[in-house]
């Protein structure tokens, strides 16, 4: 995983995960999986634009 | 012995206590339907006779000996392949995994051997219990999905080849199948029921799942499972309540709390909408209240919070297999994988916050009444072999974290399974059982495929 940057646009995001997807599996990779990234861009974009209360923990468990 | 596979594990397990079946002849009984019906549905992948048949034979003799029965004594049990089997392969219908072999049992497994179940085999799954669709065949139209993950299991109770099988839920994969094939599904609290020895999808996520033809059959599986185990790290540390007497005093009309606006309602077909509106309508007139219900706000973002939780987790299990094996994967979860690896951390923490928030409201909103009620899927199974379904109406419970249990309500115009969901607060599963089987008993709808009965 990495980290994310305080630009929290779903444009902004697909290129960050673009990026990493074509360090880790190159260019012909993102080209034929291009629907999976925006997929992960419209998820994380969503988490972004709707944080919780600042004094939420994550609670992993019960 | 002939119509030994309609019996319920209740009935089972009275009639071997009374002496009036015999475990043996019960299992032999079930072989048979496998070797009958397994070429056309396809729900096994191991099951080993002789070990099947020594063991009914033990069951026997411990009751000939005078030994105490447990809740479930010579009852066969099918297992999802993702529970470790001392001794007997557990390959999550994987390559990865395809040759291992534990050496012990999951703590689950063993609770089932403790109370006198007999382990019938291992069913089949979706790989690795993710989404890409197991060669299982839907028992009410072949050309139907079965659903999944938990797919041989809920074929293989749904077609009486056994009266019950541990499933496991990381978004929908019990209660999903459950209602696509007509039977009873129970998703616990997280936590209920240890995960040690149950190979993962999600750690914060994954449940094991119970699959059973009535709903008093649930409350003897998970009598038998549930309690606190060290070796979990999510296992809860507290008391495990008598679920039948729990189940005897919610036996009236209970209250429930319709979602039939927003989220449940707005994917639904229309058939199904009717349907539940026809179930609500039915329960009323039965002695139920019925209360229309308000999602949370919460809710807008619980879909996409789990699946990114999913999918990191997921990741973060195969990792090391799919940075030297990527190609043995199949597509999806490879996809999901390889997603979870690009999420950022950050983004996965958000989500788990988020989820707590979500949790907290949707628990508020089961305390308002008995049990939440909403359709169990958005659609009867979908006549497309490719998919396992749709999840959407249980990925925000198990989220949550909060019991469900699917029902069989009725047919579809198709002639498939429709079924009905109810939700509880956390560790309220005696309750949630007693309205599920007070609704069970009010809607009288009990479904066996025709080509199986």
New interface residues.
């Given amino acids: 995983?990495?980290?994310?940057t305080p630009d929290i646009s779903q444009e902004s995001?697909l290129r960050?995960?673009t990026a990493?997807?074509e360090a880790?599996?190159g260019a012909d990779y993102v080209d034929r999986?291009r629907a999976?990234?925006e997929?992960?861009a419209?998820?994380?974009t969503?988490?972004?634009n709707?944080?919780?209360?600042t004094e939420?923990?994550?609670?992993?468990?019960? | 012995m002939a119509d030994s596979h309609t019996l319920s594990v209740s009935e089972a397990a009275e009639q071997i206590r009374q002496g009036q079946l015999s475990p043996s002849a019960y299992a032999e009984a079930l072989l048979e339907r496998i070797d009958t019906y397994e070429p056309a549905l396809q729900a096994w992948v191991t099951i080993d006779r002789e070990e099947v048949l020594d063991t009914a034979r033990q069951r026997e003799l411990q009751l000939e000996s005078g030994e105490t029965p447990g809740w479930l004594h010579g009852v066969p049990v099918g297992l999802k392949d993702i529970f470790y089997t001392a001794g007997m392969k557990t390959t999550a219908c994987s390559r990865i995994y395809a040759d291992f072999v534990p050496d012990y049992d999951a703590t689950c497994v063993a609770r089932l051997k403790e109370a006198g179940a007999v382990i019938l085999g291992k069913a089949v799954t979706t790989e690795f219990a993710t989404s890409d669709p197991s060669p299982t065949r839907n028992p009410w139209n072949r050309e139907h999905t079965p659903g999944g993950s938990s797919s041989g299991s809920s074929v293989a109770v749904a077609s009486g080849m056994c009266p019950a099988a541990l499933g496991s839920q990381t978004g929908g994969s019990t209660c999903r199948p459950a209602a696509y094939n007509g039977i009873v599904g129970l998703k616990p609290t997280?936590?209920r029921i240890s995960r040690y020895g149950v190979i993962p999808v999600s750690w914060?996520l994954d449940t094991v799942g119970i699959l059973v033809r009535r709903v008093t059959d649930a409350a003897l599986l998970l009598q038998a499972m549930a309690g606190y185990d060290a070796n979990d790290?999510?296992s809860?540390n507290r008391p495990v309540p008598d679920y039948r007497r729990e189940m005897d005093s919610n036996a009236g009309p209970p209250r429930l709390g319709l979602l039939n606006k927003g989220y449940f309602f707005d994917r639904a077909t229309p058939e199904v909408r009717q349907h539940t509106e026809a179930v609500a309508g039915q329960l009323a007139q039965a002695g139920a209240v019925i209360e229309e219900l308000e999602l949370p706000e919460s809710f807008?973002?619980a879909p996409?919070?789990q699946?990114?939780i999913m999918n990191?987790e997921c990741a973060a299990f195969h990792e090391e297999f799919f940075r030297h094996r990527a190609d043995e994967y199949g597509p999806r979860l490879r996809?999901n994988i390889?997603?979870g690896?690009?999420?950022?951390?950050?983004?996965?923490?958000?989500?788990?916050?988020?989820?707590?928030?979500f949790?907290q409201d949707l628990t508020g909103l089961a305390q308002r009444v008995d049990a939440l009620l909403t359709p169990a899927t958005p659609a009867p199974a979908p006549r497309d072999l490719n998919t396992t379904g749709d999840a959407a109406f249980q990925a925000p419970w198990t989220s949550a974290?909060l019991p469900t249990v699917v029902i069989p309500s009725g047919l579809s115009e198709d002639g498939l399974p429709l079924g009905v969901q109810f939700a509880a607060p956390?560790f309220e599963e005696g309750k949630l059982l007693g309205v599920a089987r007070w609704c069970e008993g009010a809607l009288g709808v009990d479904l066996r495929p025709a080509d199986y009965i």
């Fill in positions: 995983m990495a980290d994310t995001i960050q995960l990493q997807a880790r599996w999986n999976l990234l997929l992960a419209e998820y994380a969503l988490v972004s709707n944080l919780p209360d939420t923990e994550p609670g992993f468990y019960q | 997280y936590g914060s790290p999510g809860a807008a973002t996409d919070c699946r990114i990191v996809a390889e997603m690896l690009l999420i950022p951390s950050v983004t996965y923490l958000q989500a788990q916050r988020l989820r707590r928030q949790r974290g956390p």
